[in-house]
Nanobody
Framework: QVQVAESGGGSVQAGESLRLSCKLS????????MFWYRQTPAKERERVAGFAADGKVSYLDSVRGRFTISRDDPQGAIYLQMNRLNPDDTGVYFC?????????????WGLGTQVNVSS
């Protein structure tokens, strides 16, 4: 069973920052594209940022310039530095690993970490 563990959520005021962490086994991490998603009651789950399989970095338009995704390959971890948070960033943030095996791929999800931003 692959475990994906997020941490770092919390409650902050608008304008403040949070840093999310996601760790999983190195064996899976090394074969995975890695993404951050978020879920709010008003929206479907949306991809916030990620590293594609080719290493290309992407961001949701509404977070570009405020959020930065990074990775620590030896640790099998990715991070999401979130600056200038606003109430629209409130939600449950999930880490997703899409692992590529010989002839199939498999998606792994963490349980999520709650981010609350008050105005």
């Amino acid at each position: 069973q692959v475990q994906v563990a997020e941490s770092g959520g919390g409650s902050v005021q608008a304008g403040e920052s949070l840093r999310l962490s996601c760790k999983l086994s190195k064996e899976v991490f090394n074969r995975s594209a890695m993404f951050w998603y978020r879920q709010t009651p008003a929206k479907e789950r949306e991809r916030v940022a990620g590293f594609a399989a080719d290493g290309k970095v992407s961001y949701l338009d509404s977070v570009r310039g405020r959020f930065t995704i990074s990775r620590d390959d030896p640790q099998g971890a990715i991070y999401l530095q979130m600056n200038r948070l606003n109430p629209d960033d409130t939600g449950v943030y999930f880490c997703n690993a899409v692992a590529v095996y010989d002839n199939y791929q498999k998606s792994y999800w963490g349980l999520g970490t709650q981010v609350n931003v008050s105005s």
